[in-house]
């Protein structure tokens, strides 16, 4: 595996679910990974409700956008080490062919952009994915990566989509 590993999160609007695990393996993993995000038919604007999580997080708003998934399957694109579904209706849809072969794994989160309710109920569905989402990245990041073959770190990134909710168990 490279020294800094690349980490595609996918989703279909790529609105909130794969912006949040953009951001936080971006901030969590700073120098081993760099990561992005991508959507099979995104919406082309971030669900607002995941600026504030960001935000929290260092970044600007304007780091963030909504985009295609094939941006990451042309000539050029960074060489992808790790694609990794968030939701459930992108990981049941045939994706492009990355090149590279990267490892792939389904991480299935409820999708905050669903909720309803108040300002505050919608929060809290956000802060939800997010932490989630968190406690998935963490257990990225406590992979051994360089002790792994590449048949063990398959497993090992798939398991931790398997978890209840993310947090180890």
């Known amino acids: 595996m490279a020294e800094r590993l690349n980490v595609l999160f996918l989703c279909t609007g790529n609105s909130a679910r794969s912006i949040l695990a953009e951001a936080l393996l971006n901030r969590l993993g700073e120098g081993r990974f760099r990561a992005w995000s991508a959507g099979s038919m995104p919406r082309g604007e971030v669900n607002p409700h995941a600026f504030p999580l960001t935000r929290a997080l260092g970044f600007s708003d304007e780091q ?4 295609p998934w094939d941006e990451f399957a042309v000539a050029g694109a960074p060489q992808l080490d790790f694609v990794i579904t968030v939701c459930d209706n992108a990981a049941g ?29 919608i929060a809290v569905a956000f802060r939800e994915a997010a932490r989630q989402l968190r406690n998935r990245i963490d257990l990225l990041l406590a ?6 073959d590449r048949m063990s770190l398959q497993r090992g ?9 993310g947090a180890s168990e």
């Open 64 to 67: 963030f956008r909504s985009k």
């Open 93 to 121: 849809e045939i994706c492009p062919i990355w090149p590279g072969q990267p490892i792939s794994a389904h991480w299935g989160i409820p999708d905050p952009a669903a909720a309803t309710g108040t300002e505050a109920e």
């Open 143 to 148: 992979l051994p990566m360089a002790k792994l």
């Open 157 to 165: 990134v798939r398991d931790i989509g398997d978890t209840a909710d």
